[in-house]
T-cell receptor
């Protein structure tokens, strides 16, 4: 079965640089979520989009922005990177009501490991 | 942010043993999800629970949605080495779709031969 695709899988940046992470949800999933996971931590919610509109916002820094495009893929843009931004970034998607599946069950991608030097 | 209380924090067990872990919350959840995460990888959904009292199995895994809607447990029977990893519970609140998951603190499982 198709899964959530994230690119790149690994990214190394210098301080104050910018980064763009991409997420391609599972086909027929119209909601995407972004999470940040530090070492030894559970994933922390950043932001979510439903039908291309922002639906919820968590602890996302003002330096970060995200959007969902007409094909439902999403991009997380990160500017003025700081050392503390080094983490695993996960995208998750959830389906519309389809074959009885609830909208809120979230399926995670493999993540992007961002290292800021 | 808010976290669910998950226990145990870590456990060493021998291959073939059964494992139990649980999550409790002070808040009511509408959905409980259990994920397994390998190092450097994304959480993989194991079991989803949608109704209070629901008991669901997935192979050697069994999970239950507590009747108070404030807790859930996961059992793994006859553990094998590939069960090693971190198990997270996650809850979704009563209100709204496209809601953020609240994660448990994780249970690190290590299996010895």
């Amino acid at each position: 079965a198709a899964g959530v695709i994230q690119s790149p899988r690994h990214l190394i940046k210098e301080k104050r640089e910018t980064a763009t992470l991409k997420c391609y949800p599972i086909p027929r999933h119209d909601t995407v979520y972004w999470y940040q996971q530090g070492p030894g931590q559970d994933p922390q919610f950043l932001i979510s989009f439903y039908e291309k509109m922002q639906s919820d916002k968590g602890s996302i820094p003002d330096r970060f922005s995200a959007q969902q495009f007409s094909d439902y893929h999403s991009e997380l843009n990160m500017s003025s990177l700081e050392l503390g931004d080094s983490a695993l970034y996960f995208c998750a998607s959830s389906p519309e009501i389809y074959r009885g599946l609830r909208t809120d069950t979230q399926y995670f991608g493999p993540g992007t490991r961002l290292t800021v030097l | 942010g808010q976290q669910l209380n998950q226990s145990p924090q870590s456990m060493f067990i021998q291959e073939g043993e059964d494992v139990s872990m649980n999550c409790t919350s002070s808040s009511i959840f509408n959905t409980w999800l259990w994920y397994k995460q390998d190092p450097g990888e994304g959480p993989v959904l194991l079991i989803a629970l949608y109704k209070a009292g629901e008991l669901t199995s997935n192979g050697r895994l069994t999970a239950q949605f507590g009747i108070t809607r404030k807790d859930s447990f996961l059992n793994i029977s006859a553990s094998i080495p590939s069960d090693v990893g971190i198990y997270f519970c996650a809850g979704l609140p009563l209100t709204g779709t496209a809601s953020k998951l609240t994660f448990g603190t994780g249970t690190r499982l290590q299996v010895t031969l």
